[in-house]
């Protein structure tokens, strides 16, 4: 592993002669050749960084779907972006003992703008040093040192958040610098006699005290139990998935695709707080007293001593024995192949907070050069090997980010526009001022939507979102007290009024895509003040999910407090959206590890939640299924089917035991709200399809059960990712089952299914097609259940599309009683979900007739009412008269229950209904007309989203 200013990452090295031919072409590569002496010769070197094999990662990133088998910091993502760092170096003399006479370094980064186009983009940065001249380093010509000295404990980048001026910025970081413990000090600095320091205390980050009097024989000790109890983790959780949030790993099969994805993570998160705090990554290097140092060397001088000599020692065997380009051997050999095999895996990320492997490096050069490599080479040969040894292998974060601090991001435009410094902490830039003027032009501009193009109004949006981005609580205060305007006080009539109005709208929806803490708190306020309400503070809430750019604990608990405050509990849709938006991002901070990974900047915050994190089961879970017990209890159909969904949205394991007792009927439930809890495990059968796929498959079984919740078992099971084995046992049962709709259900799905070209579905594909000759020969049309899949790929567009539909036939009507399209996306081959819609009802007859009682005239209603009647009292065969007759008790109608499921303006959105809410439509439309006539209506409704954004930041 070697550390550059983009990470500590694998570097591999090629080693050979200089061909005469090119440097006769080429005589610049080595400007002094005289100095290869008489048994020198000139070397070829060239390094290539390995980006998807990495210690320590620089890079932010967000938004890139979970669903994704991709290491966003790697060499390649899909098909749509790539980068390489290369470095070609020419050395005069052997391998141990060389003068640089040029070395040039490449960085090249290929994307496509939109993910999916056929041009790509690049960017391609050089930088070439050629060695010019050589002096004599005599003593009276030696250049005077400084007298503060830059302190560097590795090459990678590093950043300050910003304060209100750099001056105040360098105070600041040297006061936190001298109270820091002195060991990380202590780090590897390298000296013209070729050796180096080495980490002498590497539990000094963890350790509470800041003082230099740590020995050094109780950190070594400290040091290698810690990097023992690593590697034993990294073995035990090569075998097992971590899965954040969860302590069912054998039940999830999500696990099997990234084993080593949280290595020593959870193990380490109580500790990582105070190390967290004292290692706060800086852009600059830290400023130290050169006198501290001297000190500091002078406690550890002994120690250093020994160390180096072993170093000197070893380097020495290894140069004569391999002839080696020496620069960085890893003291620890042994810890060094570990790490390098665990991290063999390209989405091997591993947090290290607090324990630091301690490492000595060395260099030896004439000129004082500096490299990392072991590799070897003979005269003549080429040879290849990765580089080994580092100073330190922890990863660093920034702090946390707290709900009312703006996050330091650094890498993000407006974070280091500032010479290096957030915009934030320039004197001639007033953020609230800014944002109260872009609100104002866009409120302005989208009153002809036709001019939108022209005033490149969505950019300015874009631009909005991302200075709310840096704002903090205070300052979101306070655009709001400028921009807020009530809409009651808003005339049509009037031109500045309806620009006043938009924008806040605009300022509103920009607080709601930034996704920060500060933007939460800014929205709770919103709510609680009643600024916004009902539906459109729903929508504000339904689009979190998607736009929060680092959810910790604090925020997602922040947000559950909002959700189940009396205030939002009280005002309808704003209590289903909130409760159902709150799920869907613990579910995809806490317990989907791969979007949790994917989508969040774990590389530069660190990980959302350790891995002992119990939120979901043991607070989340637990209210939502005393909330459904309750709704039950009391048959508020309405709540049922929100709680039933919010559980489906966590998509844990645990759901299964909240479901258990109503599906097997020990607890009261509808029929309907049964098949809504079958309906709602399509996450749980994504995430953890061993869990769900036992549950699942036994209610397609049990022939006794309803065609509904068979047909959505059946459903659900093809989103497990099912072996051969299981569809063929599908498939040969369609021979005996007597369901017509579960048949046709399991016989489309599987033919669907074969027939997919998507390359990630191709191991369903030919498990499909090995079961597709097993299937019942009978036809069965359209009024039956159908599960439809296909997928299109357009190569030479790297676009493509999954489509998904399907339906659950009635026995009362030939129109589906439940239906459900998804459409995916796959851009550049990034999958990514584009539109979604289901609707689902208990009886397709009881609905239609309850609208049309709704709809229709009393005179209608009166007639039809008298001819029934009559009908009735003319035949004595009616079926009326019959069950009166036989003294038949006709079933009660079913209650009237259905939901639809839609993406509406970037959230995902549920209504439900019954009875009482179809019965109330007369009345929603009359207060609807009643608005209309109020002159005060008639304004332009504009919602500004982000459908898709994608971040990546290296």
């Avoid at 790509?120 to 005077?144: D, Y």
């Avoid at 290096?420 to 501009?445: F, P, R, T, W, Y």
């Avoid at 006794?704 to 497990?720: D, I, N, P, W, Y």
């Amino acid at each position: 592993m070697e550390d550059t200013v983009t990470g500590e990452c694998e570097t591999l090295y090629d080693i050979k002669p200089l061909e005469p031919v090119e440097y006769q072409n080429k005589p610049q590569l080595a400007p002094m050749p005289n100095l290869k002496g008489s048994n020198g010769e000139l070397i070829d070197i060239m390094k290539t960084k390995n980006f998807s094999k990495c210690e320590n990662r620089v890079e932010y990133h967000f938004g890139v779907p979970g669903s994704n088998d991709v290491e966003p910091s790697s060499n390649y993502i899909a098909n749509f972006f790539a980068r390489a760092s290369t470095s070609r170096v020419i050395i005069a003399g052997d391998l141990s003992h060389y003068t640089i006479q040029s070395s040039v370094t490449t960085d090249k980064i290929v994307i496509s703008p939109e993910l999916h186009n056929k041009q790509k983009g690049m960017v391609v940065s050089q930088l070439n040093i050629t060695l010019s001249n050589v002096h004599s380093a005599a003593q009276n010509n030696a250049p005077t040192l400084p007298s503060n000295l830059n302190k560097v404990q590795d090459l990678v980048y590093q950043y300050l958040p910003a304060t209100s001026d750099e001056s105040a910025q360098n105070k600041k970081h040297n006061k936190h610098d001298d109270s820091s413990s002195s060991s990380s000090s202590s780090s590897s600095s390298s000296s013209s006699s070729g050796s180096s320091s080495s980490d002498s205390s590497s539990s000094s980050d963890s350790s509470s005290s800041s003082s230099d009097s740590s020995n050094s024989s109780s950190d070594s000790q400290e040091s290698n139990e810690r990097r023992n109890n690593r590697n034993h983790n990294n073995k035990n959780e090569n075998k097992n998935r971590n899965h954040h949030g969860n302590n069912n790993d054998n039940n999830n099969d999500n696990e099997n695709r990234h084993n080593n994805r949280e290595n020593n993570h959870g193990n380490n998160k109580e500790n990582s707080n105070e190390s967290r705090n004292k290692r706060i990554r800086s852009r600059r290097s830290v400023i130290r007293n050169s006198n501290e140092d001297n000190n500091e060397s002078k406690e550890n001088n002994n120690e250093n001593k020994n160390m180096r000599n072993k170093n000197e020692d070893s380097n020495e065997t290894v140069n004569k024995k391999n002839k080696n380009i020496n620069m960085r051997n890893n003291n620890n050999n042994e810890d060094s192949n570990e790490n390098n095999n665990s991290g063999s895996n390209n989405k091997n990320w591993q947090y290290r907070r607090d324990d630091s492997s301690s490492g000595s490096s060395s260099s030896s050069s004439d000129s004082s050069s500096s490299s990392s490599s072991s590799s070897s080479s003979e005269s003549g040969s080429s040879s290849s090997s990765s580089s080994s040894g580092s100073g330190s292998s922890e990863e660093t974060y920034q702090p946390e980010p707290k709900l009312n601090q703006a996050p330091q991001s650094p890498f993000l435009p407006y974070f280091i526009g500032n010479n290096g410094n957030s915009i934030q902490s320039s004197k001639q830039i007033d953020g609230v001022s800014v944002c109260k003027n872009l609100a104002q032009q866009i409120g302005q501009e989208i009153q002809d939507p036709n001019t939108l193009a022209e005033h490149k109004t969505l950019s300015k949006f874009t631009i909005l979102t991302g200075l709310v981005h840096t704002m903090n609580a205070k300052q979101l205060e306070s655009a709001t007290h400028e921009l807020y305007y009530q809409q009651n006080k808003a005339s049509s009539s009037s031109q500045s009024d309806a620009t006043k109005l938009n924008a806040w709208r605009a300022y509103r929806d920009a607080v709601a895509q930034a996704g920060t803490g500060p933007a939460l708190m800014a929205m709770k306020q919103w709510i609680e003040s009643g600024k916004v309400e009902g539906e459109e503070a729903a929508e504000l809430l339904a689009v979190l999910p998607n736009t929060a750019r680092y959810p910790t604990r604090e925020y997602i608990k922040e947000f559950f407090n909002l959700a189940t405050s009396s205030q939002v509990q009280k005002q309808a849709y704003l209590n289903d959206s909130a409760i159902l938006s709150v799920a869907t991002l613990a579910r995809k901070a806490q317990v989907d590890s791969d979007n949790s990974h994917n989508q969040y900047p774990v590389h530069t915050f660190g990980h959302l939640a350790s891995k002992d994190c119990k939120d979901v089961t043991e607070k989340y879970t637990p209210y939502l299924a005393n909330k459904l017990k309750e709704a039950t209890r009391n048959q508020d159909s309405l709540k049922a089917q929100v709680y039933i969904r919010a559980l489906g949205n966590l998509g844990h394991p645990v759901i299964l035991s909240v479901f258990k007792p109503y599906l097997e009927g020990k607890a009261p439930a509808t029929n309907y709200q049964r098949l809504a809890m079958v309906a709602a495990m399509d996450q749980l059968a994504r995430l953890s399809p061993k869990s769900a796929q036992s549950s699942l498959f036994n209610i397609y079984q049990n022939t006794g059960e309803s065609h509904e919740l068979r047909c959505a078992a059946v459903f659900q099971l093809m989103k497990t990712n099912p072996s051969a084995q299981m569809l063929q046992r599908m498939a040969a049962f369609t021979e005996q089952d007597m369901s017509k709709q579960v048949n046709s259900a399991v016989k489309s799905a599987i033919e669907s299914a074969a027939e997919l070209k998507e390359p990630k579905l191709q191991e369903l594909a030919e498990n499909a097609n090995a079961a597709k000759k097993m299937l019942s020969p009978k036809t069965f049309g359209l009024q039956y259940s159908k599960n439809y899949l296909s997928s299109y790929a357009m190569k030479e567009e790297n676009l493509g599309y999954i489509k998904d539909i399907k339906t659950i036939g009635s026995e009362d009507s030939i129109l589906p009683k439940g239906i459900q399209y998804s459409l995916r996306s796959v851009l550049g081959g990034l999958e990514m979900e584009k539109d979604r819609f289901s609707a689902m009802t208990a009886s397709v007859s009881e609905l239609l007739g309850l609208l049309e009682n709704q709809f229709s005239t009393e005179e209608s209603r009166r007639q039809e009412k008298n001819a029934k009647q009559s009908s009735n009292n003319n035949d004595s065969h009616s079926t009326k008269m019959i069950a009166q007759m036989f003294n038949i008790q006709r079933e009660q109608a079913e209650q009237v229950e259905a939901q639809i499921f839609a993406t509406i303006f970037g959230g995902n959105r549920l209504f439900a209904f019954d009875n009482h809410t179809v019965e109330n439509i007369p009345r929603s439309e009359y207060l609807l007309i009643l608005s209309m006539n109020n002159d005060r209506f008639t304004f332009i409704q504009a919602t500004l989203f982000t459908q898709t954004q994608v971040y990546l930041q290296n």
